[in-house]
């Protein structure tokens, strides 16, 4: 079996917010595999599509099931691959994940099966970024009593845990923006009152996780972290920039509450001194920008090798949604699932052919060949961009 093609899809959501970036592998045995590129929200996506098609040629005749010798191709004869940046590590990323599609579906097994087996029939999720609601889209909870109609209403679905960024938007819908040095003393009161009005709403029982999206530096991340502790907080998610090792380190020896990042950490270089200096307790590899399947699966080991636990970052198409399930079925160290709010949307779930939504807090794991998941035809047919690449 060879490569023969690849075709990269720009896919059409209706907003310029939400541009999921998929790659099939094609094979001459009729064959193919569905990987994407994480990089759909906000700016980036037209460069995951480009550089996809221009990474591509590299692949075609080589062995599909080779998918170490494919990744080490284009990591080290891409010149940039090296770097580990979003834009190549998610273009990367794309094709390995299909690669591993085209394994299963070749060999008549889930991809799970691949990656050693499942420890776990069910995997416990999360509903995430409740401060843009809990309906059938994104919206926005910018009022606390608007937070606590969203969490409450994750909680009588069945999820016994849920994710909110605090300090996302102002009461009257503006964005709170970037907290750098001492958090001024009404935002400090904001978020006490947010977070308070959502523990009491929810109960004792639900496991919080809180979301900062790096908008802390080392300062404001510390303080933060002093005013949400008496809450019994799961952990705290992206406290600051992971560009800077020692901020995290920082604020790790300043807090009881765990650390989580890694959605914006790539490559398994990139890791390794997180995990060596235990600044990360809870790692989340997103497998559309890490290195797919292959890397997340090896940062998923080491993660294993200092007691690190693993939530993959999983904010994508079905795709996407669908690779994480069955790393996450297949790993020890498993943490919790992450649902995003975004795969709740129609928009989102017409991009694939199934629809793999959580049962009382919980997802089942894929039991199709490969990924159990594809785009469907409406939205390849729909795609804002196609090409495909031969050679």
Same mark, same amino acid.
């Given at each position: 079996?060879?490569?023969?093609?690849?075709?990269?899809?720009?896919?059409?959501?209706?907003?310029?917010?939400?541009?999921?970036?998929? &790659?099939?592998? !094609?094979?001459?045995?009729?064959?193919?595999?569905?990987?994407?590129?994480?990089?759909?929200?906000?700016?980036?996506?037209?460069?995951?599509?480009?550089?996809?098609?221009?990474?591509?040629?590299?692949?075609?005749?080589?062995?599909?099931?080779?998918?170490?010798?494919?990744?080490?191709?284009?990591? &080290?004869?891409?010149?940039?691959?090296?770097?580990?940046?979003?834009?190549?590590?998610?273009?990367?990323?794309?094709?390995?994940?299909?690669?591993?599609?085209?394994? %299963?579906?070749?060999?008549?097994?889930?991809?799970?099966?691949?990656?050693?087996?499942?420890?776990?029939?069910?995997?416990?999720?999360?509903?995430?970024?409740?401060?843009?609601?809990?309906?059938?889209?994104?919206? *926005?909870?910018?009022?606390?009593?608007?937070?606590?109609?969203?969490?409450?209403?994750?909680?009588?679905?069945?999820?016994?845990?849920?994710?909110? !960024?605090?300090?996302?938007?102002?009461?009257?819908?503006?964005?709170?923006?970037?907290? *750098?040095?001492?958090?001024?003393?009404?935002?400090?009161?904001?978020?006490?009152?947010? +977070?308070?009005?959502?523990?009491?709403?929810?109960?004792? *029982?639900?496991?919080?996780?809180?979301? !900062?999206?790096?908008?802390?530096?080392?300062?404001?991340?510390?303080?933060?972290?002093?005013?949400?502790?008496?809450? *019994?907080?799961?952990?705290?998610?992206?406290?600051?920039?992971?560009?800077?090792?020692?901020?995290?380190?920082?604020?790790?020896?300043?807090?009881?509450?765990?650390?989580?990042?890694?959605?914006?950490?790539?490559?398994?270089?990139?890791?390794?001194?997180?995990?060596?200096?235990?600044?990360?307790?809870?790692?989340?590899?997103?497998?559309?920008?890490?290195? %797919?399947?292959?890397?997340?699966?090896?940062?998923?080991?080491?993660?294993? %090798?200092?007691?690190?636990?693993?939530?993959?970052?999983? &904010?994508?198409?079905?795709?996407?949604?669908?690779?994480?399930?069955?790393?996450?079925?297949?790993?020890?160290?498993?943490?919790?699932?992450?649902?995003?709010?975004? !795969?709740?949307?129609?928009?989102?779930?017409? +991009?694939?052919?199934?629809?793999?939504?959580?049962?009382?807090?919980?997802?089942?794991?894929?039991?199709?060949?490969?990924? %159990?998941?594809?785009?469907?035809?409406?939205?390849?047919?729909?795609?804002?961009?196609?090409? &495909?690449?031969?050679?």
């Amino acid at each position: 079996m060879v490569i023969t093609s690849v075709d990269v899809y720009l896919l059409d959501c209706g907003t310029t917010s939400w541009r999921p970036i998929v &790659c099939r592998v !094609n094979t001459d045995e009729g064959i193919s595999g569905f990987g994407e590129a994480s990089i759909g929200f906000d700016s980036g996506a037209p460069a995951a599509y480009a550089m996809i098609k221009d990474i591509a040629p590299l692949i075609i005749g080589m062995d599909p099931m080779a998918h170490e010798v494919v990744f080490d191709k284009l990591f &080290c004869q891409t010149f940039w691959g090296q770097t580990a940046g979003v834009v190549v590590m998610g273009a990367i990323s794309a094709i390995d994940t299909a690669l591993w599609d085209i394994k %299963g579906k070749a060999l008549g097994v889930p991809l799970y099966q691949l990656l050693g087996g499942k420890f776990r029939e069910g995997l416990r999720c999360y509903a995430s970024q409740l401060q843009f609601g809990w309906g059938y889209g994104m919206g *926005r909870a910018a009022k606390t009593e608007e937070l606590v109609e969203a969490s409450v209403k994750a909680v009588e679905e069945g999820f016994d845990a849920i994710k909110i !960024n605090f300090i996302t938007f102002t009461p009257d819908g503006g964005r709170v923006g970037f907290l *750098r040095g001492p958090i001024p003393y009404d935002i400090q009161k904001l978020i006490v009152e947010r +977070l308070e009005a959502v523990r009491k709403a929810v109960g004792e *029982r639900v496991d919080i996780i809180v979301e !900062n999206h790096a908008r802390t530096d080392a300062v404001s991340a510390v303080e933060m972290c002093r005013l949400i502790e008496p809450y *019994r907080i799961m952990y705290i998610e992206e406290v600051a920039t992971p560009l800077c090792l020692q901020t995290f380190k920082t604020i790790r020896q300043k807090t009881n509450i765990p650390l989580a990042g890694g959605e914006r950490i790539f490559s398994r270089q990139n890791y390794i001194n997180y995990f060596k200096e235990d600044a990360i307790q809870i790692v989340q590899p997103d497998i559309g920008t890490c290195g %797919g399947i292959s890397e997340a699966k090896k940062i998923s080991d080491m993660a294993h %090798g200092f007691d690190t636990g693993v939530q993959i970052h999983v &904010c994508g198409s079905p795709i996407s949604i669908a690779a994480s399930l069955h790393l996450e079925a297949s790993i020890p160290n498993f943490v919790i699932h992450e649902h995003h709010v975004i !795969n709740r949307s129609k928009m989102n779930i017409d +991009l694939g052919t199934h629809d793999y939504q959580p049962v009382d807090g919980y997802c089942a794991v894929p039991e199709l060949p490969g990924l %159990g998941q594809e785009l469907s035809e409406q939205a390849m047919a729909g795609a804002l961009a196609h090409e &495909c690449v031969t050679a």
